[in-house]
């Protein structure tokens, strides 16, 4: 199985600020990264997939990049609407693994 | 528009069982891959299980193989998960959710989750 690690496993920003949170791999993906926000009682939100394209709706502040084992989510500039945990997940190959999530709390 | 309705979870016995499922709507259902996702009390997300479109290719975590089978009624737009030998381990919210496109890959839509718990 791959085995994804996302760094750091929290973190404390404030509003405006820029953010990068990196999911790394046990073995390439290259380019079946995906990237979903998840807020409290809420299912999953896919944000990016296949590493960098932006899904429909989600505002450009957020943005993917990488390749291989090692890829980045970035928010240029974070809003109170962007306060959640974020999660990486590889589908190139069964079982389709998730981080374990890094969660981005208010400073 | 997608909608997808989880149901069946519950309290249950270490040993016992419990059949989920997932209503779906709002897309040809029988073209799309599911999945089913848990998210066990303040941890992360755990991909347990998929099932292709046509039903004909099924896949499993190492941790419920054996235990849980996914399946789909095509007829009825209806996605499965029979559970048996539970755990205390296995108590998690269980979202069900929807490849992004009929060859599998991300999913674009998800349930709001029936919570499972395992408990004597």
């Known amino acids: 199985d791959i085995q994804m690690t996302q760094s750091p496993s929290s973190l404390s920003a404030s509003v405006g600020d820029r953010v990068s949170i990196t999911c790394r791999a046990s073995q390439s993906v290259s380019p079946w990264l995906a990237w979903y926000q998840q807020k409290p009682g809420k299912a999953p939100k896919v944000l990016i997939y296949?590493?960098?394209s932006l899904e429909s709706g989600v505002p450009s502040r957020f943005s993917g990049s990488g390749s291989g084992t090692e890829f980045t989510l970035t928010i240029s500039s974070l809003q109170p609407d962007d306060f959640a945990t974020y999660s990486c997940q590889q589908y190139n190959s069964y079982p389709k693994t998730f981080g374990q999530g890094t969660k981005v709390e208010i400073k | 528009e997608v909608q997808l309705l989880e149901s069946g979870g519950g309290l249950v016995q270490p040993g016992g069982s419990l059949r989920l499922s997932c209503a779906a709507s709002?897309?040809?259902?029988?073209?799309?891959?599911m999945t089913w996702v848990r998210q066990a009390p303040g941890q992360g997300l755990e991909w347990v299980s998929a099932?292709?479109?046509?039903?004909?290719?099924?896949y499993h975590a190492d941790s419920v193989r054996g235990r849980f089978t996914i399946s789909r009624d095509n007829s009825k737009n209806t996605l499965y998960l029979q559970m048996n030998s539970l755990r205390v381990e296995d108590t998690a919210l269980y979202y069900c959710?929807?490849?992004?496109?009929?060859?599998?890959?991300?999913?674009?839509?998800w349930g709001q989750g029936t919570l499972v718990t395992v408990s004597s």
């Open positions: 959710a929807k490849d992004d496109a009929p060859g599998g890959g991300y999913y674009d839509y």
């Open positions: 099932i292709t479109g046509s039903g004909g290719s099924s």
């Open positions: 709002g897309f040809t259902f029988s073209g799309y891959g």
């Open positions: 296949k590493a960098s």
